[in-house]
């Protein structure tokens, strides 16, 4: 079957169908938002999470702001860590959401926002580009325990919320998933599948037409692929495939299937792929926004990631209704 064939990363019925989402690490989210835009995407104002530094006083962000580029069962999430009362890298429109916690609980809440605002200043400090993957699942707690049995290390089944902006107001949208420890190329896990009584307040009418997220590209050292490729094969419980969701390749391999990149170290998540259904209209959007674009080694066009904040972005066009 050919690439144009498959339909938005499916695969035979397993229990990881998809991606859910990457995280693309930046030092400026109004700078990232703003490239995404002219990407093509819609891009709602980021959160931040905000704490009174003393009774009285007014919340100051602090831990991490992100936003999301919503796609139909997926996303493209852009994230930056926040110093404390530190709004110089965030939007004017940035929304503040103070945070709420038991008091028992509260010094918990905090250590981990800390600790996930430290991870990503490491990444972002590695360098400015993807530095998470995450899989999707419509059986999150059957993939925990495959993982187990494969010898997979991973944190175990959590549940957070998040908020989400309603025609009703605001509501928390809860979300499982689980983290695999020790992979070197970032964030690497499983979120249980976008929860439809949700689905309809992902707005999807990207002007670049863009409707899924289909493929993330590891790059790793030359002489590494095999142990790296043994790896996503325990992750995923099935062999790697040409038709996704993740596609390896060594380093030296990397110019010919995206002319002109460079991984900026290794092993690294260099670029992701959407699906779109008409290419020429998004390659025309892309050149009306300034944007420059080359072609794959598989057809496709891509914008590099000296000008996409160090990720490099490929649309593919998918047939409607494949």
């Known amino acids: 079957m050919t690439r144009r064939g498959w339909a938005y990363g499916e695969f035979m019925p397993h229990d990881i169908t998809r991606l859910h989402h990457v995280g693309h690490v930046v030092s400026d989210m109004t700078q990232a938002t703003a490239l995404y835009q002219r990407l093509g995407f819609h891009v709602p104002p980021p959160g931040v999470p905000a704490l009174a530094p003393s009774e009285g006083a007014a919340p100051e962000p602090f831990g991490a702001a992100n936003t999301h580029a919503d796609l139909s069962r997926s996303f493209i999430e852009l994230v930056t860590p926040v110093k404390p009362g530190n709004v110089a890298c965030l939007p004017p429109d940035a929304r503040i959401v103070p945070l709420q916690a038991p008091p028992e609980k509260l010094p918990l809440v905090l250590s981990r926002i800390e600790a996930t605002s430290a991870r990503l200043a490491g990444w972002r400090d590695r360098f400015e580009g993807l530095h998470i993957l995450m899989f999707s699942s419509p059986d999150v707690d059957g993939t925990g325990h495959r993982l187990t049995a494969a010898g997979v290390e991973h944190g175990g089944v959590n549940t957070v919320g998040r908020p989400v902006e309603t025609p009703n107001g605001m509501r928390t949208e809860p979300v499982r998933y689980l983290e695999i420890d020790g992979a070197p190329e970032g964030r690497v896990g499983v979120v249980a599948d976008v929860d439809p009584k949700f689905q309809h307040?992902?707005?999807?009418?990207?002007?670049?037409?863009?409707?899924?997220?289909?493929?993330?590209?590891?790059?790793?050292?030359?002489g590494q692929l095999p142990l790296v490729r043994e790896r996503y094969e325990r992750y995923l419980g099935r062999p790697i495939s040409a038709e996704g969701p993740v596609t390896l390749v060594a380093e030296a391999d990397l110019p010919d299937l995206l002319p002109g990149e460079l991984a900026?170290?290794?092993?690294?998540?260099?670029?992701?792929?959407?699906?779109?259904?008409?290419?020429?209209?998004?390659?025309?959007?892309?050149?009306?926004?300034?944007?420059?674009?080359?072609?794959?080694?598989?057809?496709?066009?891509?914008v590099p990631a000296e000008a996409a904040l160090g990720a490099a972005l490929i649309f593919r066009e998918i047939c409607a209704g494949a």
Request: proline share 10%; aromatic share 2%.
């Open 264 to 302: 900026p170290a290794l092993p690294a998540l260099v670029a992701c792929t959407v699906a779109v259904p008409d290419i020429a209209r998004t390659r025309a959007l892309l050149a009306e926004n300034g944007l420059p674009v080359r072609e794959t080694a598989r057809g496709e066009i891509f």
């Open 201 to 222: 307040t992902r707005r999807l009418d990207h002007p670049n037409g863009a409707q899924e997220l289909v493929e993330a590209v590891l790059c790793v050292p030359d």
